[in-house]
């Protein structure tokens, strides 16, 4: 509800009651991180996942604070754990994936981002982190096979007819990208990216 005061003076008297109380452990700091308490929140989240070392949501979270801090590589551990321990958990899979792919290490990120499609064929994130991670290791030809599939599943994504229409734009095939950013605008007239990217596409 927006009060952050009055859930951290919440937690804390539930520690003051029972200081081994790994949920209000966890839920604090990630609390104390959000308000930019990171030394603090970062110390209890990695005692709350210490607690309750199965837990996939605390190792998701505390995964997701540690790639904010710039520690992608420990991040990419705790997604691992978060997606072992739970391995239907899309948010953990996600974030794996999207953690590979800014390392790097496209061959792993696809690997992810395929086994989640596979778990759940309608998840856009995943086709969409795919066709970004094809993008990016220069298989542009399946990027858009990819982007093609999701803009079949949800034709009024922005997102998703965004991307397709960077991929068509490199692909030079200018004209469909040009269609796909005023696409992507009709669905949100507000993105002020694919209004950037209908700007550059059209010829001068």
């Known amino acids: 509800a927006g009060r952050a005061q009055q859930a951290e003076a919440l937690y804390r008297q539930v520690l003051a009651a029972k200081p081994d109380h790994a949920a209000a452990t966890h839920f604090l700091g990630l609390l104390l991180h959000q308000a930019g308490q990171w030394a603090e929140g970062l110390a209890l989240m990695e005692r709350s996942v210490r607690a309750e070392p199965k837990n996939a949501d605390f190792m998701n979270n505390l995964g997701t604070v540690l790639r904010d801090l ?5 991040a990419m551990e705790y997604f691992r754990k978060a997606v072992a321990a739970k391995p239907d958990m899309l948010a953990a899979r996600d974030n ?3 953690v590979l792919k800014e390392l790097g290490q496209f061959g792993a990120a696809q690997e992810v981002f395929r086994g989640t499609i596979g778990r759940n064929p309608f ?4 086709r969409l982190g795919l066709a970004d991670t094809l993008q990016e290791a220069g298989h542009l030809d399946e990027a858009l096979a990819v982007f093609e599939e999701a803009a079949a599943i949800r034709p009024k994504d922005a997102e998703v007819l965004h991307g397709y229409g960077v991929g068509l734009m490199e692909k030079g095939r200018l004209e469909e990208a040009a269609g796909m950013f005023r696409r992507a605008l009709a669905a949100d007239p507000g993105m002020a990216k694919a209004w950037l990217m209908l700007s550059q596409v059209k010829r001068q």
Do not use: K, Q
Request: charged share 15%.
């Open 70 to 74: 710039g520690r992608a590589p420990t």
């Open 96 to 98: 794996l994936g999207t």
């Open 123 to 126: 998840h856009i994130r995943a």
